[in-house]
């Protein structure tokens, strides 16, 4: 397995789109309206694959303090358990510790906190309905 940066337009990135519709929109009508948000071109996209077949997807956008916002990760459900997410989640916290951020944030699937809480991630606020997707998320928060 390879983690990669990938750039809009790469067959990496499409395959990384393609995980993102299938995985976190399936079931809302035009997808693309929140894959490509006014976010998507100013972020950095990071996939993980192998034998050229994206496993898992992440993106990073820094806001205008230099915090990082980590969103959209999914993981391919036969590639889960084998520390693709993993291996995404610490490429993007990189980058954000190379970029002298001070905090990440992220708005987590409740079914994925405990994996962020792992990472040292900790919940602020309530969880809440996704009004894009309909799914229970909470915010969380990472100090460098």
């Known amino acids: 397995?390879?983690?990669?940066?990938v750039h809009i337009g790469e067959e990496l990135y499409e395959q990384g789109v393609h995980i993102r519709r299938?995985?976190?929109f399936n079931a809302i009508e035009n997808p693309n309206q929140y894959i490509q948000?006014?976010?998507e071109e100013k972020?950095?996209?990071v996939v993980v694959e192998s034998n050229s077949l994206v496993l898992g997807v992440g993106r990073l956008?820094?806001?205008e303090?230099?915090?990082g916002i980590v969103s959209q990760m999914a993981v391919r459900p036969q590639s889960r358990g084998k520390n693709v997410g993993y291996l995404i989640l610490?490429?993007?916290v990189k980058l954000c510790v190379f970029n002298s951020s001070k905090k990440i944030y992220i708005s987590a699937h409740e079914s994925a906190i405990g994996f962020?809480?792992?990472f040292g991630f900790n919940t602020i606020g309530a969880k809440f309905t996704s009004p894009k997707t309909g799914i229970v998320h909470v915010s969380m928060v990472l100090g460098l």
């Open 1 to 5: 397995m390879n983690v990669r940066e």
């Open 116 to 118: 962020y809480e792992k």
């Open 22 to 24: 299938d995985y976190l």
């Open 90 to 92: 610490e490429h993007l």
């Open 65 to 67: 303090e230099g915090n």
């Open 61 to 63: 956008t820094f806001d």
């Open 43 to 45: 972020s950095t996209h």
């Open 37 to 39: 948000d006014p976010w």
